[in-house]
């Protein structure tokens, strides 16, 4: 069976995506959605990470961007058993030090519910911002998920010497609960790509449409094969917009929707090209409707898959 995650409405609001009610939305709406979710089976909940927006990006990606350790151990303590992940953490932005503390802290109080989502990230001004070279971010990528697979181990101590960071003798507590912490690599690039297979336990796709993912997975599970990798690892897609049942509204032509069997059927077509999670959006037009959708899915396409 195929698994199904959300990235959650309102903690982030970029025009791509963000339903018109989200706009005047708040916690409370977080919650109720997180906790629908929970209920309804969903694999995980997600949340983004942008610093800061620049002037020239903001009327299409908002500068609504809830920081994802707050948001997440906040919907931690209102859900039981649904994962949480940072889909995707910017984490070149941050020192792996730092990272590790918020997010093993997290997966602490959580009981073992993190998934580290990491990505390069793609807005120069922000990384100006901070300190961090944009041009050179891939390689930071690339080390940062080193360290912070020494950081969130098992050692009270962690230990990484390599080119950017390097400490030693440092103790961190309290340690994740978890005796590894999945980290999932986002992106669609050559380069994110081959970062997913050789150091991640997961890949979560930036966009790519059904046609081309079977040759992204083929991709990855060569580069695994010739590395001699044989870990566990989960390949995401992130599906069309959906809406279960016949909408009375305009939900938009790139909307599937229908009785929640066709819709299952529809879904079923990425378990067979090797995907293990995908990751849904429902059209709404309040959050009363978003929750129904979600019961919907859970209840009646869900078992279908």
Do not use: N
Request: charged share 25%; aromatic share 8%; hydrophobic share 40%.
């Amino acid at each position: 069976m195929i698994e199904y995650g959300i990235q959650l409405p309102v903690q982030s609001q970029s025009t791509i995506y963000a339903e018109p009610w989200e706009a005047g939305a708040g916690p409370e709406d977080l919650a109720e959605v997180a906790g629908a979710a929970d209920r309804a089976g969903f694999a995980y909940i997600a949340a983004c990470d942008h610093v800061a927006v620049p002037r020239r990006l903001a009327p299409a990606m908002s500068t609504v961007w809830y920081d994802p350790v707050a948001t997440l151990a906040f919907l931690a303590g209102v859900t039981e058993r649904v994962r949480l992940l940072s889909h995707v953490a910017v984490v070149g932005l941050r020192h792996p030090l730092l990272t590790a503390k918020q997010y093993a802290t997290l997966d602490h109080l959580s009981g073992g519910r993190l998934i580290l989502g990491v990505g390069a990230g793609h807005v120069q001004e922000e990384f100006e911002a901070l300190g961090v070279d944009f041009a050179g971010r891939g390689a930071v990528l690339d080390e940062s998920i080193d360290a912070l697979r020494k950081a969130l181990g098992p050692d009270e101590f962690p230990e990484h010497h390599g080119k950017l960071y390097d400490f030693e003798g440092l103790g961190q507590r309290p340690r994740p609960a978890q005796s590894r912490v999945p980290v999932w690599v986002g992106g669609s690039s050559q380069a994110a790509v081959r970062r997913a297979a050789l150091k991640g336990d997961g890949w979560l796709p930036q966009g790519d449409p059904r046609d081309r993912l079977p040759a992204q997975i083929e991709r990855i599970g060569r580069l695994r094969a010739e590395a001699g990798i044989e870990e566990p690892f989960s390949v995401g897609a992130i599906a069309e917009p959906l809406y279960v049942g016949t909408p009375t509204w305009d939900v938009g032509r790139r909307t599937l929707s229908g009785p929640p069997d066709a819709l299952a059927e529809s879904l079923r077509a990425y378990r067979a090209m090797g995907v293990d999670q995908i990751q849904v959006r429902f059209r709404s037009r309040d959050r009363a409707e978003l929750i129904d959708q979600i019961s919907a899915f859970g209840a009646d396409t869900a078992p279908h898959l």
